[in-house]
């Protein structure tokens, strides 16, 4: 009978660490995959109020068509701008890149006011 006890107790020791050892595992995932997710997000936000001064000096037409290359998707017009697969595309009166948002925008996408 005393063996029995023992061994239920260590069963349940072991049993408990075990899960105990998932959850931390399951905690560091999640901690470096929103690191990551930040990381991206930031990175996305540099390259994209990059775009406009980069491509200053080009017009809109060249603009689409270097954007297009990286994409399988066909360029569009639709709210003032132009979608070229993931990225929207707005442009100042004169034809040069005014601003360049991710399909994805959580917020301040004037392409995406309209819908």
Aim: hydrophobic share 45%.
């Amino acid at each position: 009978m005393k063996w029995i006890i023992a061994f239920l107790s260590v069963a349940l020791i072991g049993s408990n660490l075990f899960w105990l050892a998932i959850v931390v595992d399951q905690g560091v995932t999640s901690a470096y995959r929103d690191q990551q997710i930040h990381e991206l997000d930031e990175t996305r936000k540099q390259l994209m109020a990059a775009l406009p001064e980069l491509a200053g000096h080009l017009g809109k037409e060249e603009v689409v068509s270097i954007v297009s290359r990286h994409t399988e998707l066909d360029a569009y017009e639709k709210s003032g701008c132009t979608w070229a697969g993931w990225v929207a595309l707005k442009f100042h009166e004169r034809g040069t890149l005014q601003a360049a948002m991710p399909v994805w925008d959580y917020g301040g996408n004037p392409c995406l006011e309209s819908f």
